[in-house]
């Protein structure tokens, strides 16, 4: 009756406390996970080399195979900054927003979802969602509070908002991929060099295959004439910089910093 | 995740689908009865009983675990015709579900847990059984159990009812109490910020801070109660309503005082996880003094920790106290 026992050998307190500020924190970008399991070494192991991220992660994802949750990593889309979250495998529902948020406002969020999803650029348009408030599930919502629960799910990294328009925040897309993709299967587009789900990028005028732009960016890497992998044509956007976490550190730049190279797709 | 059910195990459902075999009289027999072989429901050493309220309730009142020797339930579950007895007794009846199944509902509580945690709300056992366990209500003691056991094994966690009155839970760290482990993250969590802003200014005073004298402080970091901040939002929503919802506040008005006015304290959910050195470090960090600086709040901050070393040797989650009211 105790499936979960087989591989329990490994968890120390090191791994359960890594898992505890994990769970806290939501979701983290890369250079907070190392810090954080630095952390959790010093306060339990002192003494422990302190093990490669990959390997250490991946030791705690063997325990959690069984209980259907997982660490996962995936990078932003704006700017390619890998980011770690504990997420549910199970797709039952919208499992970890269930229990925040009222009926209407999940419905509010779904809707915004496939608005997002829909949409060229990955991005919707405050105003289209608030358009839909009157469709909505559950109680009934004004669009002023709309606009506040929209606010409300920016600030718990499920929305990012660009200009008044609203996209996927890297953590919804780590946390949801495997719902967005057996929920909207035929709407949802896939980057052309990862194979994972897209929902900012850049795409070619030719042939239409998509990129995320940090696989842009890791692609055509030094690569004065870049060409579209799948027709050849010339690829005919701005070629972002690769991700550099020590450039980063160095220049000082706060996690807030817009620099992103959002590439608008026509 | 909501899964209704009108098992009749439970008075309260039952009540609602007006099942008239129900006794729901509010004079049913709820009180403090319950025998002590029903104490041990988890099997962790350190948890505390789960069985009815001690309180004798009106008839709506959510009740705990059906299968427990509830008269109530007892008397339901002989007319119909399920014979429920004492938890030791194997029982025909329904065929119980597959043992994966129950592995999964354990699964599904634990993330439940987690979550509701995460988002510092309070874990309500109705909701569990309503959100989450539904129509497998007859095996929620086990399905409670396996949960308790997965989240103590891989996260360090307990499971803990907090308080039997209002069935809450709480998940509790188990491992070595240590700082806030923010320090580990420096400041990553703006709420927490101004949480313990709010909570060291009450420390200093000694007593309830006026909202007046609240705000002063917080126009220090530029927080106005009429302006929205970018980060925080509407800040005396916060303040006023979550932080005291989350029951890290507490905010009342003053008596006697007209026009009127509030003040605020600290909530049970602070005194349980925040300790008075946690907020002599942050103060220290924050004007850039020596703890020492404010030395009657020092000291109490060491006699603080002086008792909770000696109540906890083998450094055991420092505190299981009953939440209050």
């Not at chain 1, 909505?136 to 920016?154: D, I, S, T, W």
Request: aromatic share 8%.
């Amino acid at each position: 009756m105790q499936g979960s026992t087989r591989r329990m050998g490994i968890m120390t307190d090191v791994h359960r406390r890594f898992l505890q500020l994990l769970m806290t924190h939501g979701v983290l970008e890369e250079w907070d996970v190392q810090r954080l399991q630095k952390h959790c070494y010093k306060v339990h192991d002192r003494n422990a080399t302190v093990e490669k991220l990959e390997d250490f992660i991946n030791n705690i994802n063997s325990v959690l195979e069984s209980l259907y949750i997982e660490i996962k990593k995936g990078v932003t889309e704006d700017d390619g900054r890998p980011i770690y979250a504990l997420v549910n495998l199970a797709t039952t529902s919208i499992s970890k927003m269930a229990s925040d948020f009222a009926e209407n406002e999940l419905d509010l969020f779904r809707k915004a979802l496939e608005l997002i999803i829909d949409s060229e650029t990955g991005f919707a348009s405050s105003t289209n969602i608030l358009n839909l408030v009157d469709q909505l599930k559950g109680k009934k919502m004004r669009k002023k509070e709309a606009e506040h629960v929209l606010q409300k799910f920016v600030q718990n990294k499920w929305l990012i908002e660009k200009e008044g328009e609203f996209t996927l925040h890297g953590r919804a897309i780590l946390e949801m991929e495997q719902y967005i993709r057996e929920t909207y299967p035929d709407a949802v587009k896939v980057c052309t060099i990862c194979h994972s789900l897209l929902i900012q990028g850049q795409s070619c005028e030719t042939c239409g295959i998509r990129m995320h732009l940090p696989c842009v960016a890791k692609y055509f890497q030094s690569n004065s004439e870049p060409r579209c992998p799948h027709c050849n044509d010339y690829w005919p956007h701005e070629i972002p910089e690769v991700f550099d976490p020590k450039k980063e550190r160095e220049a000082g730049i706060s996690k807030s910093n817009k620099r992103s190279l959002r590439s608008r797709q026509h | 995740m909501s899964e209704q059910s009108k098992d009749v195990c439970d008075p309260s459902f039952a009540a609602e689908a007006s099942n008239s075999e129900v006794h729901s009289s509010p004079g049913v027999p709820g009180g403090p009865s319950l025998p002590a072989s029903q104490a041990a429901i988890f099997p962790g050493p350190e948890s505390p009983p789960v069985g009815p309220p001690d309180a004798p309730l009106a008839s709506p009142a959510p009740q705990a675990p059906c299968e427990e020797g509830d008269p109530k339930a007892l008397q339901q579950a002989a007319e119909e015709g399920r014979a429920h007895q004492a938890p030791s007794a194997a029982q025909p009846g329904p065929a119980p579900p597959a043992p994966a199944q129950l592995v999964q509902k354990a699964h599904e509580l634990m993330w439940y847990v987690l979550v509701k945690d995460q988002k510092r709300m309070i874990i309500w056992f109705p909701d569990m059984v309503k959100d989450v366990i539904g129509s497998y209500k007859k095996w929620c003691r086990s399905i409670l159990r396996r949960t308790s056991l997965i989240l103590a094994r891989v996260f360090g966690l307990h499971l803990r009812l907090t308080s039997l009155y209002t069935m809450e839970f709480s998940l509790v760290k188990a491992l070595e109490p240590e700082e806030l482990d923010r320090v580990a993250l420096s400041n990553r969590m703006p709420m927490t910020g101004l949480l313990l802003m709010i909570l060291s200014l009450i420390y200093v005073k000694g007593r309830g801070a006026r909202e007046s004298a609240v705000w002063n402080v917080l126009r220090i970091l530029g927080l106005r109660p009429w302006k929205k901040h970018s980060t925080f939002g509407d800040v005396r929503k916060l303040i006023t309503e979550e932080f005291v919802q989350q029951n890290y506040l507490k905010y009342q008005r003053v008596p006697h005082v007209e026009p009127p006015e509030y003040e605020f304290f600290w909530g049970s959910r602070a005194s349980r996880e925040i300790t008075k050195m946690q907020i002599m470090e942050f103060l220290a960090r924050v004007f850039k003094k020596d703890p020492q600086a404010w030395p009657s709040r020092y000291r109490e901050a060491l006699e603080e920790a002086r008792a909770l070393r000696e109540a906890n040797p083998t450094a055991h989650c420092p505190r299981n106290s009953v939440s209050e009211d």
